[in-house]
């Protein structure tokens, strides 16, 4: 009976000091285990009826860069946009909820077979609206251009100006992807090969990725 009675004290107070061991390694401000399954946060960037997909992105989660069959740019001008539905090269910078068109490029249309006279023109009592342009149809099309694969520089370091020098490289077949409205002049046919392009550009400092500061870039 009395051998009975020590191995009960004995087994309780083993158990004593288990317990106290674990609960020594907790106190109140210990960390709480975090969930597996992230917040659910998803945020549309274009809104188009053609083609967008990101290529790449700067390590800061601030510049996504994207290519698009869309006239996605929040920078849009009559003389820089793409209605025409080309594949386009697109910035995105999440601090300021604008994206910017990076290339600018229009395919070579082939030629009318005869040319056809313009008809006079005719006053009109009122000025009518323009028609909204249109992708090209692809059978009209004689040297397709393309903007692909886009890259972003991870995490430039400041200069001593304090500036940040960014590069975006991608892949064009245009003569000049800054710029190209489609006029033949190379012949493109006889050499349309898909070569490696830069953009650059500097930006001062930083903004906080949760503002909507504008301060432009030099794009």
């Keep these: 009976m009395v051998r009975l009675f020590l191995a009960f004290i004995s087994a309780a107070f ?3 000091l288990v317990a106290g061991a674990v609960s020594s390694g907790r ?6 285990v975090a969930s597996a399954t992230p917040d659910p946060f998803v945020a549309q960037v ?18 996504v860069v994207i290519e698009s069959e869309g006239d996605i740019s929040t920078e849009k001008t009559a003389t820089r946009n793409n209605t025409d539905g080309n594949g386009e090269i697109f910035l995105y910078d999440y601090a300021q909820r604008r994206v910017f068109q990076i ?43 393309t903007n692909t694969r886009p890259m972003i520089s991870m995490a430039p370091a ?38 490696i392009w830069v953009n650059q550009w ?14 432009p ?3």
Excluded: C, H
């Design 158 to 195: 400041l200069d001593g100006s304090n500036q940040r020098t960014y590069r975006i490289v991608f892949s064009s077949n245009a003569p000049n992807p800054a710029n190209f409205d489609g006029t033949d002049s190379a012949p493109l046919d006889a050499d349309a090969n898909e070569e």
């Design 103 to 145: 290339t600018n490029t229009r395919p070579v249309i082939n030629p009318n077979a005869s040319p056809s006279p313009s008809p006079s023109p005719t006053a009109s009592p009122s000025p009518t609206a323009s028609p909204t342009p249109t992708p090209v149809d692809p059978s009209n099309i004689k040297v397709a251009i």
């Design 202 to 215: 500097q930006l001062v400092s930083n903004l906080a990725l949760n503002t909507e500061a504008d301060k």
């Design 27 to 32: 106190t109140s401000a210990s960390p709480t």
């Design 217 to 219: 870039l030099k794009i």
């Design 14 to 16: 083993a158990i004593w």
């Design 46 to 63: 274009t809104n188009s009826a053609r083609n967008s997909f990101a290529g790449d992105m700067s390590a800061d989660g601030r510049f």
